[in-house]
C-alpha cells in the first residue's frame, strides 16, 4: 500500500528561483533560507519518496479570474512549467503519475469534495519553487508529482475547516492506494504576506509562528478562523496558510517537526519552512 513519509511545507516566493539562477544561494541574504534546506536534503536522502503530492495555488498561469475552481487536481503524464509573468526561468517538466490522480480523485470525489478533473495543467512558482529548493541542481525531478491546486486568490475561498477535511480525505486516498509507494506531501506559499493595497508589506510573526507551532500540536486550530478573519492576521496573500493547512492534514492526528525554518522577509513574505513526520 502507498504510506506517507512525510510533509514539507515552504513559502513559494518567485524570487527564489531567480536566486538559484544567479547561484545566489551563498549571500547574505538568501543564506539562512537556503541553509534551512539542508537537514530536508538529508531527509529525503534516506527517505527517498516516489512520488510528491504538492497542494499549491495557481496564480493566474493556469487558470485565471474568468475560470476558477476552488479545487483541481492534475491527472496528466507531464506537467510542464511556464512564466506567469514574473519573468523566472522555466524548470525541467515533472513527471505525472496519473493512475495516483486517478485514484485521489476518485477517492475525494466520493467524499464529497468536488474536484475540477485536469488532464493538462501548467504549473507556476508555487509548484516549481519549492520543487527546486527540495531537489536542487536542475537536473531531472527524481519523483513524480500530483498537483493539488486549492483556490486561494478570488474570493469565496474554501474555508480552513473545509481545507483540513480536504487533506485528511487526500492521507485516506493515499493510505488506499494499492501500490507500495512512498509519499512526500507538500503544502506551499505562506506564511504572513500582502502584495498590494494599503497593507502591502504586511507581516505578521506572532501569528505565523502560533501557526507553525499548532502544525504539530494542535493542528485544526487555525480552523477557528474564518478566510476573512484569516486575510486579517496573514494577509491577503498569507491566506496561502491554508495550503500547509491542507497538507498537514494528510498525515493525520500526529506528527512530530524534523526541522523548521522562519525568516522575515524574502521579498515581501515571512518565509516559513516545515518538515514532519507523521507520529509513529
Ligand atoms: C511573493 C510571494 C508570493 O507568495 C507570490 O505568489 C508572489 C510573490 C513575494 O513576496 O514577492
Ligand atoms: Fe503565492
Redesign the pocket.
Known sequence: MAKIIGCVTT?????IARAIAKGQQEDPYWKEWFDGFKPVHRWLAQARPDVAVIVYND?GLNFFLDKLPTFAIGAAAEYQSADEG?NIPTVLPFRGDPQLSWHVINSVVAEGFDITMCQEMLVD??LCNPMALLWPGGKEWPVRIVPVEINTVQFPLPSAARCYRLGEALGRAIASYPEDLRVLVMGT??LS?Q?DGERAGFINKAFDQKFMASLTADPTWVTRYSTIELVEQTGS?GI?LLLWLTARAALGAGARAITANYHI?????AAGMMLLEPAA
Open positions: 513559502s513559494h516566493v518567485p524570487a496564480h514574473w512558482h508555487a506559499g505562506g504576506h502584495l496573500q496561502e522577509p524574502i521579498s515581501n513574505t
